[in-house]
């Protein structure tokens, strides 16, 4: 998966599943579905061979932190990712969530995945999910039933474990998915997950908070951060209507939740190197934390406003070294890595003589800051291609947009990759952006006619998603553009014969992406039907025809277009870094241009 200016982040969520390994979103592949078999196939082993294969797997860890043993009577904690070993313990924030249960004497933590755990605690006090990619929730509702645990969080009782999720897909709307957890962390994990780890510990300590499950949530639901769905009641305009309102069960249960902004200075590195990851051997350090460039459909800006940086000297530096004392292979991630105010700097460290031996990947860089010198320090540190996103071969797509990069710079980019000996250049867009007219997909193709020309010796790929909606952006009032699969095929049929390798993602799949990442709780009941059927639209269709009269059709979520005065959105009580107001403002500057 990509992230920003390669991260349209409709596609790219945030950096923590970028580092995932596995997208939080996209086409899905014939790739997917074999790995789902895989997953369905691992499911089946027994908790013996899943224990022993985990074994194995922590033989090959390497740990850049101390675990620190648990004392007695510590908190159990099952800690989960819904895929396997190789995915999950690729994910940074795995990774973390998991590095921080381990260095605290008052939390036992074991480890979860769909092909591998560790020996499992008889009564675990909390279970808790790493949620980076959508369809991963008929995953997360298998383990549930694996462990004995019922899937509806209503159905649970005292003697269940408590189970929260966390994670980009929680974070941006976890409204779909939220009859199955009782608690839900929105935000950066830093500070969020010791308050709530904290709380939980006190209240325990207390019996329970006063005793029921019931009232340990409530008192949870008082830590800012921490999203209780089951304490907030949801009322429609009848079952197929839009929602009317959205409001707490109890007095003391905050009308809304303000999603957690971490504002550290160190931003996050791996804890673990592992042969058996899905990067091989790689170490991960965060550079930058959200992008300010602020597209207006982009996740991986507006949901982990605002822009932070981590200082070279103190930070960047010494996680940087503590990892190349156990690998060789060094991934700098965050959503648009080269506009840290020291990147060069940063660069001319690690392409010292003494560390040519580093192998480097870069998550993403912006269009306009590849120079040739960019282009040739990655090269000899064996980078053979860049991702960069332009979005539309359109000024005045990218003008509505707001993304601030003139065709002028594109064809730099390209002309500087090929001259800094890169071997190929992946450009992403997107086409049915609001606004978006067939003239703009024409210039779009007339600029790949010109890049093909600058740069006759480079790979050239244009991968293309269409538009999705995405909660806490300018842009998550309108829906998927019913012109996108026709203008898919018309880029597919133009760029051929230019010699541009077309990479589109599925129509349908954004259908569903859209569905998720609009969708409010009366999915959950669906979620559950396409469990059954398989993850494919057509699955999601058959679920809506099933459920017809029970919650509105499937276009509502999709491609319907809401109006920001009157639209009670799903996730209306869950507060991100802007107000409303002001993502009302981008959108009008946006529609200026239309
Ligand atoms: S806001 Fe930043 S990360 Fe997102 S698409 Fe724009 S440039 Fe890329």
Same mark, same amino acid.
């Given at each position: 998966m +990509?992230?920003?200016?390669?991260?349209?982040? =409709? +596609?790219?969520?945030? !950096?923590?599943? $970028?580092?995932? &390994?596995?997208?939080?979103?996209?086409?899905? *592949?014939? &790739?997917?579905?074999?790995?789902?078999?895989q997953q369905k196939q691992a499911q089946k082993q027994t908790p013996r061979s899943k224990t022993s294969h985990m074994s194995e797997c922590k033989a090959d860890e390497i740990l850049c932190f101390d675990p620190v043993p648990a004392a007695r009577g510590a908190l159990q904690v099952l800690y989960?990712?819904?895929?396997?070993? *190789?995915?999950?313990?690729?994910?940074l924030g795995f990774q973390l969530v998991w590095a921080f249960f381990e260095t605290r004497a008052d939390v036992a933590v074991h480890r979860y995945f769909t092909d591998a755990h560790d020996p499992l605690p008889a009564s675990p006090d909390l279970l808790g999910f790493s949620f980076a990619w959508e369809l991963d929730y008929a995953n997360i509702l298998s383990m549930l039933e694996q462990l004995g645990i019922p899937i509806l969080a209503a159905e649970r009782g005292? =003697?269940?474990?408590?189970?929260?999720?966390g994670g980009p897909v929680l974070t941006a709307n976890p409204e779909p998915y939220a009859d199955f957890f009782d608690v839900v962390l929105l935000g950066d994990g830093e500070e969020l997950l010791a308050a709530f780890t904290e709380r939980l510990l006190e209240l325990k300590q207390q019996g329970g908070g006063g005793g029921s499950r019931q009232e340990l949530l409530l008192a949870l639901a008082a830590v800012p951060g921490v999203y209780v769905p089951q304490l907030y009641r949801v009322e429609y305009e009848g079952p197929t209507g839009p929602i009317t309102s959205i409001t707490p069960t109890h007095t003391g249960v905050p009308l809304a939740v303000q999603k957690q902004t971490y504002r550290g200075n160190t931003l996050a590195s791996s804890t673990v190197v592992s042969k058996r990851m899905a990067w091989e051997n790689i170490y991960m350090t965060e550079v930058v934390r959200s992008c300010p460039e602020m597209c207006r459909f982009c996740l991986a800006s507006y949901l982990t406003l605002p822009f932070r940086t981590a200082p070279l000297e103190g930070s960047l530096i010494p996680s940087l070294e503590r990892g190349l004392a156990v690998t060789d292979r060094v991934g700098l991630l965050g959503a648009s890595v080269t506009q840290h105010p020291e990147f060069p700097e940063l660069l001319t460290w690690l392409t010292q003589p003494q560390r040519s031996h580093v192998r480097l990947s870069i998550a993403s860089v912006r269009t306009n800051t590849v120079t040739p010198q960019l282009a040739a320090a990655l090269s000899s540190r064996g980078t053979r291609s860049l991702t960069v996103a332009v979005e539309s071969g359109s000024q +005045? !797509? +990218?003008?509505? !947009?707001?993304?601030?990069?003139?065709?002028?710079?594109?064809? $730099?980019?390209?002309?500087? $990759? =090929?001259?800094?000996?890169?071997?190929?250049?992946?450009?992403?867009?997107?086409?049915?952006?609001?606004?978006?007219?067939?003239?703009?997909?024409d210039a779009t193709i007339d600029m790949m006619q010109q890049l093909r020309k600058t740069a006759p010796k480079l790979r050239l790929t244009l991968g293309c998603s269409t538009f999705v909606p995405k909660a806490h952006t300018p842009f998550q009032w309108y829906g998927v553009s019913p012109q996108g699969a026709s203008r898919l095929q018309r880029l597919d049929k133009a760029l051929g014969k230019l010699g541009v390798e077309f990479r589109p993602e599925s129509y349908k799949w954004s259908l569903v992406q859209?569905?998720? *990442?609009?969708g409010d709780r009366r999915l959950s009941g669906l979620l559950l039907l396409v469990r059954e059927y398989g993850d494919s639209l057509g699955s999601f269709r058959r679920a809506f025809k099933e459920m017809e009269g029970e919650l509105p059709?499937?276009?509502?979520?999709? *491609?319907?277009?809401?109006?920001?005065?009157?639209t009670v959105l799903p996730w209306g009580h869950l507060h991100g870094p802007l107000p409303q107001a002001t993502l009302v403002k981008h959108l009008q500057e946006a529609q200026q241009h239309m």
């Amino acid at each position: 998966m +990509r992230t920003s200016c390669g991260a349209t982040a =409709q +596609r790219c969520a945030v !950096v923590v599943a $970028a580092a995932g &390994g596995k997208r939080s979103g996209g086409k899905r *592949s014939s &790739g997917a579905r074999e790995k789902q078999q895989q997953q369905k196939q691992a499911q089946k082993q027994t908790p013996r061979s899943k224990t022993s294969h985990m074994s194995e797997c922590k033989a090959d860890e390497i740990l850049c932190f101390d675990p620190v043993p648990a004392a007695r009577g510590a908190l159990q904690v099952l800690y989960a990712y819904p895929n396997d070993y *190789s995915v999950g313990i690729t994910s940074l924030g795995f990774q973390l969530v998991w590095a921080f249960f381990e260095t605290r004497a008052d939390v036992a933590v074991h480890r979860y995945f769909t092909d591998a755990h560790d020996p499992l605690p008889a009564s675990p006090d909390l279970l808790g999910f790493s949620f980076a990619w959508e369809l991963d929730y008929a995953n997360i509702l298998s383990m549930l039933e694996q462990l004995g645990i019922p899937i509806l969080a209503a159905e649970r009782g005292d =003697q269940h474990p408590l189970v929260f999720g966390g994670g980009p897909v929680l974070t941006a709307n976890p409204e779909p998915y939220a009859d199955f957890f009782d608690v839900v962390l929105l935000g950066d994990g830093e500070e969020l997950l010791a308050a709530f780890t904290e709380r939980l510990l006190e209240l325990k300590q207390q019996g329970g908070g006063g005793g029921s499950r019931q009232e340990l949530l409530l008192a949870l639901a008082a830590v800012p951060g921490v999203y209780v769905p089951q304490l907030y009641r949801v009322e429609y305009e009848g079952p197929t209507g839009p929602i009317t309102s959205i409001t707490p069960t109890h007095t003391g249960v905050p009308l809304a939740v303000q999603k957690q902004t971490y504002r550290g200075n160190t931003l996050a590195s791996s804890t673990v190197v592992s042969k058996r990851m899905a990067w091989e051997n790689i170490y991960m350090t965060e550079v930058v934390r959200s992008c300010p460039e602020m597209c207006r459909f982009c996740l991986a800006s507006y949901l982990t406003l605002p822009f932070r940086t981590a200082p070279l000297e103190g930070s960047l530096i010494p996680s940087l070294e503590r990892g190349l004392a156990v690998t060789d292979r060094v991934g700098l991630l965050g959503a648009s890595v080269t506009q840290h105010p020291e990147f060069p700097e940063l660069l001319t460290w690690l392409t010292q003589p003494q560390r040519s031996h580093v192998r480097l990947s870069i998550a993403s860089v912006r269009t306009n800051t590849v120079t040739p010198q960019l282009a040739a320090a990655l090269s000899s540190r064996g980078t053979r291609s860049l991702t960069v996103a332009v979005e539309s071969g359109s000024q +005045r !797509v +990218r003008d509505i !947009v707001n993304k601030k990069l003139s065709t002028e710079e594109i064809v $730099a980019c390209v002309g500087n $990759a =090929q001259d800094g000996g890169l071997e190929g250049l992946k450009l992403y867009g997107m086409v049915g952006v609001p606004g978006e007219e067939e003239q703009d997909v024409d210039a779009t193709i007339d600029m790949m006619q010109q890049l093909r020309k600058t740069a006759p010796k480079l790979r050239l790929t244009l991968g293309c998603s269409t538009f999705v909606p995405k909660a806490h952006t300018p842009f998550q009032w309108y829906g998927v553009s019913p012109q996108g699969a026709s203008r898919l095929q018309r880029l597919d049929k133009a760029l051929g014969k230019l010699g541009v390798e077309f990479r589109p993602e599925s129509y349908k799949w954004s259908l569903v992406q859209a569905l998720l *990442s609009r969708g409010d709780r009366r999915l959950s009941g669906l979620l559950l039907l396409v469990r059954e059927y398989g993850d494919s639209l057509g699955s999601f269709r058959r679920a809506f025809k099933e459920m017809e009269g029970e919650l509105p059709p499937m276009d509502y979520y999709t *491609s319907a277009t809401y109006q920001p005065d009157t639209t009670v959105l799903p996730w209306g009580h869950l507060h991100g870094p802007l107000p409303q107001a002001t993502l009302v403002k981008h959108l009008q500057e946006a529609q200026q241009h239309m």
